[in-house]
């Protein structure tokens, strides 16, 4: 039977542990870093019915008479300067529509009753799969109109 045996002074033992502890807090911080990718918060934001949509509506502080215009669309798979743009006021309210290239959604406009001093203006909510993935205010009159994040600011 053979031993192995290994001589070390203290200096050589200590080197020793502090790079095994400065291996092991590389690995926990990179492990931190890179956690799995979660969903934005947009995604969880369901709108599969009339009354979540409109309540959703009411939660940014938007009033409706209810009813809704409905219309498929196919989200671009390739975004022009106008799109990318539109795609920018999602992005400030926590939308990407990036993920929805080339996919089939669905945009319900709604009438807002409580925009001040305007008639004209509507909510358009984009929905994909029962979940809201973006969402705009507009007046889409030629001589004031307008479009921008839900909050009316831009």
């Given at each position: 039977?053979?031993?192995?045996?290994?001589?070390?002074?203290?200096?050589?033992?200590?080197?020793?542990?502090?790079?095994?502890?400065?291996?092991?807090?590389?690995?926990?911080?990179?492990?931190?870093?890179?956690?799995?990718?979660t969903?934005?918060t947009?995604?969880?934001?369901?709108?599969?019915?009339?009354?979540?949509?409109?309540?959703?509506?009411?939660?940014?502080?938007?009033?409706?008479?209810?009813?809704?215009?409905?219309?498929?669309?196919?989200?671009?798979?390739?975004?022009n300067?106008?799109?990318?743009?539109?795609?920018?006021?999602?992005?400030?309210?926590?939308?990407?529509?990036?993920?929805?290239?080339?996919?089939?959604?669905?945009?319900?406009?709604?009438?807002?009753?409580?925009?001040?001093?305007?008639?004209n203006?509507?909510?358009?909510?984009?929905?994909?799969?029962?979940?809201?993935?973006?969402?705009?205010?507009?007046?889409?009159?030629?001589?004031?109109?307008?479009?921008?994040?839900?909050?009316?600011?831009?």
């Amino acid at each position: 039977m053979r031993v192995l045996t290994f001589k070390a002074n203290p200096k050589t033992i200590f080197g020793i542990v502090l790079a095994i502890t400065g291996i092991i807090v590389i690995i926990l911080s990179f492990a931190g870093n890179h956690s799995e990718k979660t969903e934005p918060t947009s995604a969880a934001i369901g709108c599969a019915n009339t009354q979540e949509r409109v309540k959703y509506l009411n939660s940014v502080g938007w009033e409706t008479d209810g009813n809704e215009n409905k219309k498929q669309i196919i989200i671009p798979s390739k975004f022009n300067d106008v799109y990318t743009r539109y795609n920018d006021i999602q992005k400030k309210q926590g939308f990407d529509l990036e993920q929805y290239k080339g996919k089939k959604a669905t945009i319900y406009t709604y009438s807002i009753t409580n925009y001040k001093s305007n008639n004209n203006v509507v909510a358009d909510l984009i929905v994909y799969d029962g979940k809201l993935i973006g969402a705009d205010l507009c007046d889409p009159s030629a001589d004031s109109g307008f479009l921008t994040a839900l909050s009316g600011k831009d």
